[in-house]
């Protein structure tokens, strides 16, 4: 079988020499004696390189790719004898004229990257792009992919895949294909974002010249050189292409229950009152597929769900929100309104001859909705209409690389898609196919409801966060399945998908206490927290095995509800500039060598480091603490970084440090988002000798409404000054135009260092009071309100 590699014993054309080039306004156009290149100038660091295909420059993009950012022309070229060289504001780029061949250098002349020699090659089956690396560089991001942190010296795949339970460090692909990653050496850093969809491979198998490549089976060469000093600002730059996800609607930062599947009302309804009668916070209940009648989309089992809408209001007074799932493939039944409306106006795909694919899938024999078509997107949304009535208030997309129960686990791919006009085969569209039904079912949700959306998709390609939040499908209740959802969720968020998770507890086989219990500590900090089993194995809700565990369960699920204003505000700001939640240790430690080999730790933003425990038993585990002091959130124990140190790990507490220096703001426990009103909001002040002064900016909204838009919405500035006499925290409104729920705020300064004798806010002594000298911390209260803190 061909592997797909690329193979130096295969035959492949390269360019030849450079003939001859023009300028346009955003692009330079290359004309070597084999194929014309194109450099197209995206922004300001951000060059697009593409080759011809059958003899014409396409400039049309994948689904993935947001139209509006083509704004650059500050270039100039000049010609020398062996290179072209182009000159923009921050970019040097050296064409070789005996070859295609790009190499980029920061203006100070330093080599940021470079092509191989022949840096192009093509057959009519594949094309490549080769390229040089360093001993020091490495490369992150891919997307869903398991393994390391670090994917050099692997190679991957591309191709949307339902791979069922075997989730193994060589097990690829998987459900998502993003062809995006990141290079760095610690000095400097690029991303390469390849805009193809088609089967394509990356290869960072490094051979003895420092070679490595990429390409498709089918296609264009089309990458997106990405320039950007720091990690950071590629991953935004990325994110500024491919789209970043859009603020969620609160309550799905929320705890999250799910099985395979509850089957009734009654089965939901008990569900739900034993969270709330065991006092275990809850936002969001999943029904998984039997909740329809007979596996048929937008349709409810009338025995088990009789009255969905009751349901559902039952459960919104109790404060749960519920999420459907909805699989592509459509019963082919005569008497199903929904297959009887998408054959009259042809919204299924078909066959070159016009013959109807058809293939198994839970409904048996099933229709897929060719979703290329707008318009079939735009009936696709519009069936979720009575769902959304009856007061469904979320859409999880499954089954859609699409997976199909035949021998290549897919629609055939030979299957065409209509694509508004541009039609192609299925083996184009295949890494799209989850992408544009997410447009639709987004669509659908934006439209009846005047709330923000929340999708959750298992497939996808580059720029599905900007529809949908995404897990990591079928995994296993078994612990190496733990620890690899770390590495993989923070390539996901390298990789734009910053709102993801994994099945808490393990999709298939039985889970136990201990197992579950280690997870759902790792899920209180990750995007997305949903706690999912699959049928036939043991049912693992936070209460399922014994109280013990119950107990530790209950008391991290509430702390991801303390932890929620600063999840909520991390979440803003992957909104704003797509910089993931949860975030590999060298993005935040970039100048520490260790930091980019670390796998099985994570940051939270930028100030908490969460080392979750991934083997059974486990007293005591090693752990890297970068460069700062560090203090342990349960235990309160300070730790100097830069150095391993072996912590405790009984089961009850998971190691946890915030960084010394930063500002955290806190909720109370509450059952679910908006449950009621808060008393307070609360700062804490972890404060550090070496660190005189820090800030922390708060955003504030209502957590469901477009009002925002509208600047209804709070950015709140805390900053706390320390000097020898005294420590200043003041309190600023940047925006306040939405009012919040509390009117307290409870401020906390721990490692002060000294009792004060005198507190004042606004220049009015503060009554409300408390030092405490065995923990070193002060505590006071004042009306929320913006205005100095004087502490003497
Ligand atoms: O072939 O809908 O990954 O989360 O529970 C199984 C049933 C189909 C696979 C999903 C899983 C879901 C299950 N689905």
Redesign the pocket.
């Known amino acids: 079988m061909d592997s797909g590699l690329y193979n130096e014993e295969k035959r492949y054309f390269s360019t030849g020499k450079l003939v001859d080039y023009k300028r346009n306004e955003n692009n330079l156009i290359l004309e070597y004696s084999r194929t014309k290149i194109a450099l197209e100038f995206i922004k300001k660091g951000i060059v697009r390189v593409l080759k011809e295909k059958d003899e014409k420059l396409d400039f049309s993009s994948t689904y993935a790719v947001l139209d509006g950012n083509l704004d650059y022309n500050h270039y100039q070229i000049l010609d020398k004898k062996e290179k072209l060289i182009v000159r923009t504001e921050n970019l040097d780029i050296k064409i070789s004229k005996d070859s295609f061949s790009l190499a980029f250098y920061e203006k100070n002349g330093e080599l940021i990257h470079k092509d191989a020699k022949e840096a192009i090659k093509w057959n009519k089956d594949e094309i490549w792009a080769k390229k040089i690396t360093n001993d020091k560089e490495n490369f992150y991001g891919l997307g869903e992919k398991t393994g390391f942190l670090n994917k050099k010296g692997k190679k991957y795949t591309m191709w949307n895949t339902?791979v069922?339970e075997a989730h193994i460090e060589s097990t690829d692909p998987l459900y998502i294909s993003i062809p995006f990653y990141l290079a760095t050496d610690r000095d400097k850093s690029y991303g390469i974002y390849f805009d193809n969809s088609y089967k394509s491979f990356f290869d960072f198998r490094v051979n003895e010249n420092g070679e490595y490549s990429f390409g498709a089976q089918g296609g264009k060469l089309d990458y997106y050189f990405i320039k950007g000093t720091k990690v950071k600002d590629v991953i935004r730059k990325y994110t500024k292409i491919t789209g970043r996800m859009n603020l969620p609607p609160k309550w799905s930062l929320g705890y999250h229950q799910?099985r395979?599947?509850y089957g009734s009302t009654e089965e939901v309804k008990e569900l739900a009152n034993k969270f709330r009668e065991n006092d275990i916070p809850c936002d969001v209940i999943h029904l998984?597929?039997h909740y329809m009648d007979d596996y048929r989309v937008f349709t409810w089992d009338e025995n088990n769900f009789p009255k969905p809408e009751k349901l559902m209001n039952d459960l919104k007074e109790d404060g749960f929100k519920v999420v459907n799932?909805i699989?592509p493939g459509v019963k082919k039944d005569p008497d199903y309104e929904v297959y009887k409306e998408g054959m009259k106006n042809d919204h299924f795909c078909r066959y070159l001859d016009g013959e109807l694919f058809t293939g198994d899938v839970?409904p048996e024999e099933s229709v897929f909705p060719d979703f290329t078509s707008k318009k079939v997107r735009k009936w696709w949304a519009g069936l979720h209409k009575d769902l959304l009535d009856s007061g469904v208030k979320g859409i999880w997309n499954?089954?859609n690389e699409p997976?199909v129960f035949n021998d290549t686990y897919t629609m055939d791919l030979e299957v065409m898609h209509e694509n508004d006009g541009d039609p192609y085969l299925h083996k184009r569209f295949h890494n799209q196919y989850a992408l544009l039904e997410a447009m639709g079912t987004y669509q659908g949700i934006k439209k009846y409801k005047e709330e923000r959306p929340f999708v959750l998709s298992?497939a996808g390609f580059s720029g599905i966060q900007r529809y949908a939040a995404t897990w990591t499908?079928?995994n296993r209740s078994i612990w190496d399945h733990l620890k690899l959802a770390v590495p993989m969720l923070m390539n996901m968020g390298i990789s734009g998908l910053s709102f993801s998770g994994t099945?808490i507890g393990g999709?298939t086989g039985d889970s136990n206490g201990e197992l579950l219990t280690r997870w759902t500590q790792l899920g209180t900090f990750m995007p997305f927290f949903r706690n999912?089993s699959?049928?036939y194995t043991k049912s693992q809700e936070p209460w399922a095995f014994a109280e013990k565990y119950e107990k530790i369960i209950k008391k991290f699920i509430e702390l991801r509800y303390k932890f929620m204003p600063h999840i909520y505000n991390l979440f803003y700001k992957t909104s704003q500039k797509g910089i993931p939640v949860m975030r590999p240790l060298f993005m935040e430690f970039p100048d520490e060598q260790k930091a980019y080999e670390i796998s099985y730790q994570f940051m939270v933003g930028d100030s908490i480091l969460a080392a979750p425990v991934y083997e059974p038993k486990k007293d005591k585990k090693l752990i890297y603490l970068p460069e700062g002091n560090w203090v342990n959130y349960f235990s309160d124990k300070n730790y100097e970084g830069k150095q391993y140190i072996v912590e405790d790990t009984p089961l009850a507490t998971m190691p946890l440090y915030i960084k010394n220096g930063s500002i955290l703001v806190m909720g109370e426990k509450i059952n679910y988002i908006g449950e009621k009103e808060r008393n307070y909001l609360e700062i804490v002040n972890y404060l550090d000798e070496n660190i005189p002064k820090n800030s922390y900016t708060l955003y504030e909204d209502d957590g469901i409404s477009y009002n925002y838009q509208e600047g209804k919405y709070n950015l709140k500035k805390f900053s706390y000054k320390k000097s020898k006499e005294k420590i200043e925290f003041d309190i600023n409104y940047k925006e306040n135009n939405y009012k919040t729920d509390y009117n307290k705020y409870l401020i906390r300064l721990k490692n002060i260092n000294f009792k004060p004798d005198k507190i004042t806010f606004k220049g009015n002594k503060v009554k409300d009071w408390e030092y405490k000298l065995k923990e070193n911390e002060l505590t006071l209260k004042i009306k929320a309100e913006e205005g100095n803190i004087v502490i003497m």
């Open positions: 339902d069922f799910s395979y599947s998984d597929i799932i699989d839970w499954d089954m997976a298992r499908g079928d099945d999709f999912h699959s049928l």
